[in-house]
């Protein structure tokens, strides 16, 4: 009769400790972001556990105008891959974001198909709202890209103020 092998110890051991580290990777990645967000006021809220287009809007309870025009500005964030950015250029009508484009640089491959999917799918987020109604925190999938979008947005919001 075969005896039943007990598992090594020192192998449980290195999975739990592995576990544990990919488990805190996201949320150092997360504070990171808002250690990079620099001079600008957003804060990081957590990201959705959902993999569907969505985002999360706040009202402003500034009621500031805007000049009418096209701004840009670079947002940057850090990931597993290293710091990354995207440019986000929007036209401005009243308040209300007319056009939206999203440029983005990608560090590593993965990077390409996160911002990828993050460009593909923000607008129907972003164009015909209020500029001071957009934070999105997950598009298709794409949590951190978020984050430099939106502070590019603050940044633009900032530019724009009359």
């Known amino acids: 009769m075969q005896e039943a092998r007990k598992p090594n110890a020192a192998l ?6 592995v576990l544990l580290a990919a488990a805190a990777g ?7 972001q808002k250690k990079d967000a ?6 990081d809220t957590p990201a959705s556990t959902s993999d569907d287009t969505s985002s999360s809007t706040t009202s402003s309870s500034s009621h500031e105008s805007y000049k ?9 964030y850090i990931s597993p891959g290293g710091q990354e950015s995207v440019d986000v250029q929007v036209t401005l ?10 440029s983005p640089h990608p560090a590593s491959s993965t990077s390409t198909q996160y911002q990828g999917e993050f460009v593909a ?11 001071n109604d957009i934070k999105l925190s997950r598009v298709a999938g794409s949590s951190l890209t ?4 939106n502070q590019a947005i ?9």
């Open 26 to 32: 996201g949320t150092f990645y997360v504070m990171n």
């Open 93 to 102: 009508k009243s308040g209300v974001v007319e056009e939206a484009t999203v």
């Open 121 to 131: 799918n923000f607008k129907p987020l972003v164009v015909g709202k209020s500029i």
């Open 154 to 162: 603050e940044k633009i919001k900032d530019e724009a103020a009359s």
């Open 146 to 149: 978020s984050g430099g979008f």
């Open 38 to 43: 620099g001079s600008s006021s957003t804060t």
């Open 68 to 76: 009418d025009g096209t701004y840009s500005a670079t947002g940057s």
């Open 12 to 17: 449980i051991a290195i999975i739990v400790i």
